[in-house]
């Protein structure tokens, strides 16, 4: 029998709720968007890239959403002292890249981890907790809030892709 990724029943953000709340159900139902988007997919199909000259596949954003979910909420907002995910000793993007002997039921149990990791890290953290982010030159202090604001954008453009590929790969469309 061919492993496929099983179905999800995927929260829906709150209509009426206070900041945090709000902020947690956006984020969830765009973590629970990139599952449902690849339910019912086996691992070749997890690895079909998107369209030439790109290499993008589900299998990658998956693995990547696990990291992105990993330095932002615990390695940056909780100052978690954490190694990798994966080597990116040669490549920058191994995330998104190194899948070809990747087993997808370890990628989806690892992106689960991280995200009850992530939850659990910044639960008694309040929004206004601020950390200090160098980018170059400039450091910047960065608060809880504007990480999940951008951990909503991160799911909402690459859950895009995610449509895009998944039409490609089955004609799947649709939220």
């Given at each position: 029998?061919?492993?496929?990724?099983?179905?999800?029943?995927?929260?829906?953000?709150?209509?009426?709720a206070?900041?945090?709340?709000?902020?947690?159900?956006?984020?969830?139902?765009?973590?629970?968007t990139?599952?449902?988007?690849?339910?019912?997919?086996t691992?070749?199909?997890?690895?079909?890239?998107?369209?030439?000259?790109?290499?993008?596949?589900?299998?990658g954003?998956?693995?990547h959403?696990?990291?992105?979910?990993?330095?932002?909420?615990?390695?940056?907002?909780?100052?978690?002292?954490?190694?990798?995910?994966?080597?990116?000793?040669?490549?920058?993007?191994?995330?998104?890249?190194?899948?070809?002997?990747?087993?997808?039921?370890?990628?989806?149990?690892?992106?689960?981890?991280?995200?009850?990791?992530?939850?659990?890290?910044?639960?008694?953290?309040?929004?206004?907790?601020?950390?200090?982010?160098?980018?170059?030159?400039?450091?910047?202090?960065?608060?809880?809030?504007?990480?999940?604001?951008?951990?909503?954008?991160?799911?909402?453009?690459?859950?895009?892709?995610?449509?895009?590929?998944?039409?490609?790969?089955?004609?799947?469309t649709?939220?």
């Amino acid at each position: 029998m061919t492993w496929t990724v099983p179905e999800i029943d995927r929260r829906h953000e709150p209509y009426v709720a206070d900041e945090r709340s709000m902020l947690q159900g956006w984020l969830d139902l765009h973590r629970d968007t990139l599952q449902h988007k690849c339910a019912g997919l086996t691992a070749e199909q997890l690895r079909t890239p998107s369209v030439e000259p790109s290499g993008l596949t589900l299998l990658g954003l998956v693995r990547h959403m696990a990291d992105v979910e990993r330095w932002w909420f615990r390695h940056r907002a909780a100052a978690l002292d954490l190694p990798d995910l994966y080597d990116y000793s040669t490549d920058p993007d191994a995330d998104l890249n190194d899948i070809a002997d990747v087993d997808p039921a370890e990628a989806f149990a690892t992106l689960r981890a991280e995200i009850e990791a992530a939850d659990r890290a910044v639960a008694d953290l309040p929004l206004d907790h601020t950390f200090r982010l160098r980018r170059g030159d400039t450091v910047n202090e960065i608060s809880l809030r504007w990480v999940y604001v951008h951990m909503i954008e991160e799911y909402a453009r690459h859950n895009g892709h995610a449509d895009l590929i998944r039409e490609r790969v089955d004609g799947v469309t649709g939220s």
